[in-house]
């Protein structure tokens, strides 16, 4: 453990990093739940969309552990899954395996960026208040689609949405489960989102929205869900072919601001950032990450990404790698635990898609809204994410809008050259599309 991990030189012990990741993976185990329900709306099978996520989670992370030595636990991203499913699936009618393609393409695109240093141009690039508004836009695009999931607001067609029907049992659950986390987490209890959808799949089996077990074996069962229906059947010739810029580029370009905002909030906080305010091995971070995503896309599931609840095993205080296998020793375990993650309704992972919406929009602090001709491409992105449900065309509008207001306003001096690249093919994707 000392040789590979550096318990000693980083402050830790092994029992230290054992909590550490055990807290990580309560913190953040609500994805077990939350994604296959997203991915089943693409049309995967639950049991293979179930089984996708643990693998895809536990090889990221122990890639992270292993390879780049962070406390930092991957997962598939909340945001990248709803790309995935309501913009690439549903909204330009792909079929997933297609979408799969474009997840291990842009893998692969994210790895060579990394490799090469390309990132770092691209990251220097984007000015700071679009990097703070594409998650808050994406935290936006989440809640939404959890509202909806969850009855609180449906479609009108006067005004194209409208508050639900909050008699229907369902809506009724859903809201007892966003108040339940609500509360949970003004309280800091670990694990509020999990607990809140246990707690919420419990009321809904005794209210009867939803069976009750009829014994042991519909919780758990030796007897592991098959990734067969999903595993290699991702289509690559159907990915390039639909355009590189539509998907691929969308999937890239949100894996990288994420995983760089995550990674340097989360390395800051464990004090792990080196001397010169450059994480030694962030590199080697990121390439675990390139590469979890191109696993993701052979599995059958949407893009990891480093979460930011691994903030709560570095506050316990794990600071190496150890924490990162431990928690996708316990991914694996939970993979159990499949008929349990099957039962759950979506009226219970609704909740955890509003909350963690809301925990997204902290970002939007960073934005100067002093400064119109950065605040208004920042509101771009922020408004068109949800309002086109589309994570893509929010990004298109806040680079192209960052762009035309900055040069028309005397500005250029302010736009990377980048910037134009960027912009003009988002404008050239936007005109194919009329």
Do not use: C
């Amino acid at each position: 453990m000392e040789s590979i991990f550096k318990l000693s030189e980083r402050g830790t012990t092994v029992k230290t990093e054992i909590l550490a990741g055990f807290t990580t993976f309560i913190t953040m185990s609500y994805i077990i739940f939350v994604n296959p329900s997203i991915l089943a709306d693409a049309g995967i099978p639950l049991q293979a969309a179930i089984a996708a996520t643990i693998l895809a989670s536990a090889f990221a992370s122990l890639l992270m552990g292993f390879y780049a030595n962070y406390p930092i636990v991957v997962a598939p991203g909340m945001g990248l899954n709803a790309f995935f499913t309501y913009t690439v699936v549903l909204g330009f009618g792909l079929h997933w395996t297609v979408a799969l393609g474009a997840v291990f393409i842009s893998g692969i695109l994210f790895f060579i960026l990394t490799v090469t240093k390309v990132r770092s141009y691209i990251i220097d690039a984007v000015p700071p208040s679009l990097r703070a508004a594409i998650p808050v836009g994406i935290g936006l695009f989440i809640a939404f689609i959890g509202l909806q999931n969850a009855g609180i607001v449906q479609a009108n067609p006067d005004t194209f949405v409208a508050l639900g029907d909050l008699s229907q049992t369902g809506t009724l659950l859903a809201l007892f489960g966003v108040v339940l986390a609500a509360i949970l987490m003004s309280r800091a209890i670990k694990g509020a989102l999990i607990i809140s959808i246990l707690t919420t799949t419990v009321v809904g089996m005794v209210v009867g929205a939803i069976p009750v077990p009829q014994g042991l074996g519909d919780l758990i069962s030796f007897e592991l869900p098959s990734i067969a229906p999903t595993f290699g059947k991702l289509d690559l010739k159907g990915a390039l072919a639909f355009g590189v810029f539509n998907i691929i580029f969308t999937f890239t370009m949100v894996e990288l601001f994420d995983n760089m905002g995550t990674l340097m909030g989360l390395l800051k906080k464990a004090n792990l950032m080196g001397d010169k305010g450059q994480p030694p091995e962030l590199g080697r971070a990121f390439i675990s990450d390139s590469i979890g995503t191109m696993a993701s896309g052979i599995l059958g599931t949407s893009t990891v990404t480093s979460y930011i609840e691994s903030a709560s095993g570095v506050a316990e205080g794990g600071r190496t790698g150890l924490t990162a296998v431990v928690a996708a020793i316990l991914f694996l375990a939970a993979l159990i635990f499949a008929p349990l993650i099957g039962l759950v309704p979506g009226f219970a992972t609704a909740p955890a898609l509003i909350i963690v919406g809301a925990l997204m929009l902290s970002e939007i602090v960073r934005v100067d809204f002093q400064d119109f001709t950065e605040a208004f491409p920042a509101f771009l992105t922020i408004i068109g994410m949800p309002l086109t449900y589309s994570i893509a065309t929010g990004l298109g509008l806040g680079f192209i809008g960052y762009t035309v207001v900055k040069l028309f306003s005397g500005r250029w001096k302010d736009i990377h050259w980048m910037m134009y690249i960027i912009a003009i093919l988002f404008a050239i994707n936007f005109a194919l599309r009329v």
